[in-house]
């Protein structure tokens, strides 16, 4: 497919999740900020330094560490694509309206509580970036990914204190993003509690 597609959503909601199934199976590129910026801490890089200590603490790292590094990988970019936790601010959505057209901004919508649920029995591949969750997508072998093999961790940023002040950050940074691209014409919102399949049928059919 060759639509370019924004994943908005809270924290949890599933945009990574829904990516990863976009990806394997309508054979679109996933960009996720997320990843992009993990695996910039794990090698030690001076943004992984610095991006780290926002990070940790559940705060949005600086529109100018973000862009830099979004703008150069989404300028390589050809086909259909996926953005993941990006835009995330109104800054960073006018910086993506300057480079490039949005097809559609799917908005995925839970609520809180359940929201700190998926995200404290999250498990993570540090390899693939696959998703689990201790009971709604359990692996088939304990501490396996299914996708790579690789051995799934708990990220740094899921504990219960981390999740509520991301989910503030959200509601005071993201959230406007929402209007921004319904006055565009390209907002879906799409329920995101429920049956992971179902909800990846619902996305697929308005693409
Ligand atoms: P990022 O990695 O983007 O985290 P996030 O937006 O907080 O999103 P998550 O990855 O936590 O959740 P998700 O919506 O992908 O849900 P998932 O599919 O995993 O960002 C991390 C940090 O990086 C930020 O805090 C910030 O510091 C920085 N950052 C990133 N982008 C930035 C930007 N643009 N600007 C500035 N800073 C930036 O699902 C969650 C769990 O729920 C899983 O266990 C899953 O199995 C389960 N699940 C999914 N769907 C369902 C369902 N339907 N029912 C039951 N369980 C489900």
């Known amino acids: 497919m060759d639509a370019r597609i924004v994943l908005l959503g ?18 679109f590129v996933r960009l996720s900020t ?11 890089t001076e943004l992984g330094k610095r991006a780290k200590e926002y990070m940790d603490q559940g705060l949005l790292v600086p529109n100018e ?21 990006f835009p995330r601010t109104l800054e960073q959505a006018e910086v993506l309206e300057s480079i490039t057209g949005i097809d559609a901004a799917i ?9 700190v649920d998926r995200l404290t029995k999250r498990r993570s591949c540090p390899d693939c970036n696959a998703v689990f969750h201790l009971i709604y ?6 501490g ?8 799934l961790y708990q990220r740094s ?17 993201t959230f406007p993003l929402i ?8 907002l879906r919102n799409i329920d995101g509690k429920g049956d992971i399949g179902e909800i990846f049928e619902a996305i697929k059919a308005l693409l």
């Open 10 to 27: 809270p924290p949890g909601s599933g945009k990574g999740t829904q990516a990863e199934r976009m990806e394997d199976e309508l054979g």
């Open 34 to 44: 997320g990843d992009l910026l993990r695996e910039a801490v794990r090698n030690e």
């Open 65 to 85: 560490l973000v862009i830099g590094l979004m703008k150069e990988k989404i300028d390589s970019l050809e086909g259909g694509y996926i953005l993941d936790g």
């Open 107 to 115: 908005n995925l919508d839970v609520d809180d509580e359940e929201l």
């Open 137 to 142: 997508k359990p692996p088939a072998e304990e």
């Open 144 to 151: 396996v990914c299914d996708r790579c093999g690789g051995e």
């Open 157 to 173: 940023d899921d504990s219960e204190e981390t999740v509520r002040n991301r989910l503030k950050v959200y509601r005071e940074s």
């Open 179 to 186: 209007e921004f691209y319904e006055k565009r014409g390209v």
